[in-house]
């Protein structure tokens, strides 16, 4: 998200939006005082589970929390459904884009200079 920008802003129901992209919401789930939305049996036969939401840090912004458990590969090649895999890349993606409003590229830019800072030497 860019500056300013906050996820409530972009987001105004995140079970809807979860269940859109990833089927319906099955549970729920604590994380850091958080509640996050748990589909247990998502559309997309790559996934065997999606946990999603937002999470509150302090005085930080809310960061977008997604935890995406997929099958083995063995299981995908006997069931026919690895063509379903690119299917999974691209909803992932889109997700994360509609949410953050960043493509892959800028949130993987953002994530290295996120290690970069933390690699940098305390100034004295």
Do not use: C
Request: proline fraction near 4%; hydrophobic fraction near 35%.
């Amino acid at each position: 998200m860019g500056r300013g920008e906050y996820l409530e802003d972009r987001v105004d129901d995140f079970r809807s939006l979860v269940a859109e992209y990833f089927g319906p919401v099955t549970d729920t789930e604590a994380y850091n005082g958080s509640e996050l939305w748990v589909v247990t049996a998502p559309d997309n036969p790559v996934f065997d589970r999606v946990v999603a939401g937002a999470v509150g840090y302090n005085s930080k912004k809310d960061r977008v929390a997604l935890n995406i458990t997929e099958r083995p590969a063995e299981e995908l090649i006997a069931a026919g459904d690895v063509d379903a895999a690119g299917d999974a890349i691209d909803l992932k993606n889109e997700f994360l884009k509609r949410v953050t409003g960043r493509d892959a590229e800028a949130r993987r830019n953002s994530m290295k200079r996120d290690v970069e800072d933390d690699d940098a030497p305390d100034s004295v």
